[in-house]
């Protein structure tokens, strides 16, 4: 398959079962709100060593929070639901109580709750305090600029992890400018993150390594320094190869960011130097959830693009 | 279907009780529903005798006529639907455990009294110990949502434990007396000793009110949870529709000191 010159490769990406859920962080305004946002997605672009993959998936106007502030919505995923029962409220915890004037409430409407503010409460001494408000509870818990306000639990789902797709192009340019141009795309898409820096990451992956203790390594086929030693997978014209990496709440979802991803890159073309898109996959062997680039271009627009999960608030 | 409507046809002699209804409609349906016995001081009468009994929806239920002497309106109603045109008598929605009560006229005291769910609406006034609770219970009112348009008398709240009372005039004195948890808002101020021995709880109050000795002044701030708290109330309309509109700053008292001390009179403008 040859779309604008970029030849689209017939592999598929190879995708994870994961828990995740959604966090709505407001402040007095946007930059508070975003400053909470962006510390409780720090270091947390993959479950290898930083126990989730988390990141915001987009504002939200104040008619869309519970408080009525301005705020953020952010996805958080982990491979277990004990791993990201701990790693919530070790974030929370951290980052959005200790942000002035933020709050913090769950995002999802369905699955199964996790302690959100259940157990950060105690941090009041005694003087935290709540309400419940149409059937949530919300505590206080009163702290040097006024109260962190944080609901009781929040809502986990079955969530899908590691969607992606590898953008092969001729320099490095060219690859950046296809990789924003994906992630600006994908970033409208609703329910999915690109956890890994601006959404994109350079080091894919392998299984095993020739170090016992080291279970994942280079994905020697796609680094251009080394094509003439190894058994490479870029097309002689390529010469630099970018991967972005979508964690979403459905499979329906992730399918969706990679289209719109991939379609942008697409609509760059040959001429801005793009050559090829690929995927990531462990020969299909590993991950239950399998996304093939070419069935994915060719389904067109799904009806449920757009369509947020679990409502924001 | 059409909605149950029971219509009074003659104004009543002696206090009605009528707490066997709700009940007896939730398990039996209308079989039989003429003949159910209800108590008018020491004498039994017929409901069909009083009443004059129309529609088929037991979901659904209309009372009618001046029921200012019928207590026990909606006592332990569980789902479904109760609306009475005009006034209504003592101890409306006694133990309610769900379902939604609409009032259009004014309700006399104890209503809500250890309400557990549901939600009451009352157009016009209410009595006293609207949410309170029994001579000699520990807890009022312990969950449940109920909307008062008009004012409230004396103690209001009083040892309630969970839910939100939410009055769009004034309420009389002692409001939240001895209150457990759970939230009051007044909107056209309060009488003497609000939150008089409240352990925990919110009193949310517009307007005058006196504040005691034993609350102490925790200044000026702007809370989150009470804008949360105003925008949960928009849907209600009338006077609480506006309140979310501005960032409205608020005086907080804790105490009462006399007793727990974790509760808080909120007072804005």
Same mark, same amino acid.
């Given at each position: 398959m040859n779309l604008n010159g970029v030849e689209v490769q017939d592999t598929f990406a190879e995708a994870f079962g994961m828990r995740g859920t959604r966090l709505i962080i407001t402040g007095e305004n946007l930059k508070w709100a975003y400053h909470g946002a962006t510390a409780l997605t720090g270091?947390?672009?993959?479950?290898?060593?930083?126990g989730v993959e988390a990141g915001i998936e987009r504002k939200l106007g104040p008619a869309e929070t519970p408080d009525g502030r301005p705020g953020a919505s952010v996805l958080m995923f982990a491979t277990s639901s004990k791993e990201l029962g701990v790693q919530v409220e070790r974030r929370v915890g951290q980052t959005i109580l200790t942000c002035p004037t933020a709050s913090c409430f769950g995002g999802l409407s369905e699955g199964d709750p996790i302690a959100l503010g259940k157990n950060l409460r105690y941090f009041g001494d005694g003087w935290q305090a709540s309400k419940v408000v149409g059937g949530r509870r919300f505590w206080r818990v009163p702290v040097m600029d006024g109260e962190f306000v944080c609901e009781e639990t929040t809502r986990m789902v079955r969530a899908v992890g590691g969607g992606n797709f590898l953008i092969l192009t001729t320099d490095s340019a060219a690859a950046l400018a296809a990789a924003e141009a994906a992630i600006e795309a994908m970033r409208k898409v609703p329910n999915v993150i690109m956890p890994f820096p601006g959404g994109v990451v350079r080091s894919g992956s392998k299984v095993g390594s020739r170090y016992k203790t080291l279970p994942a390594s280079t994905n020697d086929a796609f680094c251009p320094t080394l094509r003439g030693v190894v058994n490479t997978e870029l097309p002689p014209e390529a010469g630099c190869c970018l991967e972005i990496v979508i964690d979403g709440l459905t499979a329906d979802d992730i399918r969706v960011a990679m289209r719109v991803g991939m379609q942008a890159v697409i609509a760059r073309g040959r001429a801005a130097g793009v050559v090829a898109l690929s995927a990531g996959n462990y020969g299909g062997k590993l991950g239950q959830f399998h996304f093939h680039l070419r069935a994915i271009l060719q389904e067109g627009d799904t009806p449920d693009a757009g369509a947020p999960t679990g409502g924001a608030a | 279907m059409t909605a149950l409507t029971l219509t009074l046809k003659q104004a009543l002699p002696g206090r009605l009780d009528l707490s066997p209804l709700s009940p007896t409609l939730a398990r039996d349906g209308l079989g039989g529903l003429a003949a159910l016995q209800v108590h008018m001081g020491t004498r039994q009468h017929a409901l069909g005798e009083l009443f004059a009994i129309k529609g088929d929806d037991a979901s659904n239920v209309v009372l009618a006529g001046d029921?200012?002497?019928?207590?026990?309106? &909606?006592?332990?109603?569980?789902a479904g639907s109760l609306r009475v045109e005009g006034h209504a008598g003592a101890y409306l929605g006694l133990a309610m455990t769900g379902g939604r009560m609409t009032v259009t006229g004014n309700v006399a005291e104890?209503?809500?009294?250890g309400m557990r769910k549901g939600s009451i609406e009352i157009l016009g006034n209410a009595g006293d110990y609207l949410g309170g609770a029994l001579p000699g219970a520990l807890q009022g009112m312990a969950g449940g949502q109920v909307v008062v348009h008009g004012d409230v008398g004396a103690r209001c709240g009083d040892r309630m434990r969970r839910g939100a009372i939410l009055v769009a005039g004034s309420i009389g004195d002692y409001a939240g007396s001895r209150m457990l948890a759970g939230t009051l808002l007044a909107l056209q101020g309060c009488g003497a000793h609000? &939150?008089? &021995?409240? =352990? =925990?709880g919110t009193l949310l109050v517009r307007g005058t009110i006196p504040i005691d000795a034993t609350f102490a002044d925790c200044g000026r701030h702007v809370l989150p949870i009470v804008h949360l708290l105003f925008r949960s109330w928009q849907p209600l309309g009338g006077a609480f529709a506006g309140l979310a509109d501005q960032v409205r700053p608020v005086q907080r008292f804790m105490g009462d000191r006399g007793a727990d001390g974790k509760g808080e009179i909120l007072h804005f403008e």
């Open positions: 270091f947390a672009t993959s479950v290898i060593a930083c | 029921l200012s002497r019928v207590d026990q309106i &909606g006592a332990g109603l569980a104890f209503a809500a009294v609000a &939150g008089y &021995g409240m =352990r =925990r």
